[in-house]
């Protein structure tokens, strides 16, 4: 009971911690946003929704944060007599409950954002890079599906696209979270240059998360992969990732339970 009672314990603490972290980055975010709209509505040009503006930068942040954790946060409960499985099955929890409030919270924002642009009229203006065109173009069948439901003009038009929007919205920056922890764990633990080569081992299951998902961002490293980006059906995407959340949480974990922390 003690050491459930623990582990519950820090997972509401890191979650409150890095959720005010989130709001305030929301905050920033969110007037750059608007000053950024004010400006290309009154020039007549098109801009993205609230929720496909921040996808990019949320994923950044989530991998920052993860590394920033790595550093500060387990020192501080080892020291107060959490063990280290407590730390890790808290923390797993706590940033799993994190990206999805934030993902509930900006999804929250720019549904808002949609009935205000509906509500002036201007609905036409607000759309995305990820036209149902490009998608078209790209010849990708899980480019399609996923980010045309992420980033398309009608997310919100039904409440299954916009359901399934946030879900992949919290289960990305959850895996950027993950990758920062790990580069941040490897560092701690061996440091230098074993520290690097598992920097580059995560940056490589980064790229084929993406692979897999026929994302663009990382896809001029996508020679790393030994399958095709993007070709590959949904199942087997879907299984691949949780593939690769497993194999980070074991490594996160590994680590995690031989790590030395000094007092």
Same mark, same amino acid.
């Given at each position: 009971?003690?050491?459930?009672?623990?582990?519950?314990?820090?997972? !509401?603490?890191?979650?409150w911690?890095?959720?005010?972290? *989130?709001?305030?980055?929301?905050l920033?975010?969110?007037?750059?946003?608007?000053?950024?709209?004010?400006?290309?509505?009154?020039?007549?040009?098109?801009?993205?929704?609230?929720?496909?503006?921040t996808?990019?930068?949320?994923?950044?942040?989530?991998?920052?944060? !993860?590394?920033?954790?790595?550093?500060?946060?387990?020192?501080?409960?080892?020291?107060?007599?959490v063990?280290?499985?407590?730390?890790?099955?808290?923390?797993?929890?706590?940033?799993?409950?994190?990206?999805?409030?934030?993902?509930?919270?900006?999804?929250l924002? *720019?549904?808002?954002?949609?009935?205000?642009?509906?509500?002036?009229?201007?609905?036409?203006?607000?759309?995305?890079?990820a036209?149902?065109? @490009?998608?078209?173009?790209?010849? &990708?069948?899980?480019?399609?599906?996923?980010?045309?439901?992420?980033?398309g003009?009608?997310?919100?038009?039904? *409440?299954?696209?916009?359901?399934?929007?946030?879900?992949v919205?919290? @289960?990305?920056?959850?895996?950027?979270?993950?990758a920062g922890?790990?580069?941040?764990?490897?560092?701690?633990?061996?440091?230098?240059?074993? !520290?690097?080569l598992?920097?580059?081992?995560?940056?490589?299951?980064?790229?084929?998360?993406? @692979?897999?998902?026929?994302?663009?961002?990382?896809k001029?490293?996508s020679?790393?992969?030994?399958?095709?980006?993007? &070709?590959?059906?949904?199942?087997?995407?879907? @299984?691949?990732?949780?593939?690769?959340?497993?194999?980070?949480?074991?490594?996160?974990?590994?680590?995690?339970?031989?790590?030395?922390?000094?007092?």
């Open positions: 009971m003690m050491q459930k009672s623990r582990r519950w314990m820090v997972a !509401g603490d890191l979650f911690i890095q959720l005010i972290w *989130s709001l305030w980055a929301v920033i975010v969110g007037a750059i946003y608007i000053v950024r709209t004010v400006f290309a509505v009154r020039a007549g040009e098109g801009v993205e929704d609230f929720l496909a503006f996808f990019g930068s949320a994923k950044s942040y989530m991998l920052i944060i !993860g590394i920033i954790g790595t550093y500060h946060f387990i020192k501080f409960y080892i020291s107060h007599g063990t280290r499985k407590e730390y890790y099955q808290g923390a797993v929890i706590g940033v799993a409950a994190l990206a999805l409030v934030l993902a509930g919270i900006v999804g924002l *720019s549904g808002l954002e949609h009935a205000v642009f509906r509500l002036f009229d201007l609905s036409d203006m607000l759309h995305n890079y036209s149902a065109d @490009a998608v078209k173009q790209e010849g &990708n069948v899980i480019l399609a599906l996923l980010p045309a439901t992420l980033l003009e009608s997310i919100f038009g039904a *409440s299954a696209n916009w359901i399934v929007a946030l879900l919205y919290a @289960a990305v920056t959850f895996i950027y979270y993950l922890w790990l580069i941040g764990a490897g560092y701690r633990r061996f440091g230098g240059m074993l !520290g690097t598992l920097t580059l081992l995560t940056i490589y299951v980064m790229v084929g998360l993406s @692979a897999l998902w026929g994302d663009t961002i990382l001029p490293l020679y790393l992969i030994p399958w095709s980006t993007g &070709n590959l059906p949904i199942a087997v995407s879907i @299984a691949g990732t949780l593939l690769l959340i497993a194999l980070m949480l074991w490594l996160i974990q590994v680590m995690t339970r031989r790590v030395v922390v000094k007092m």
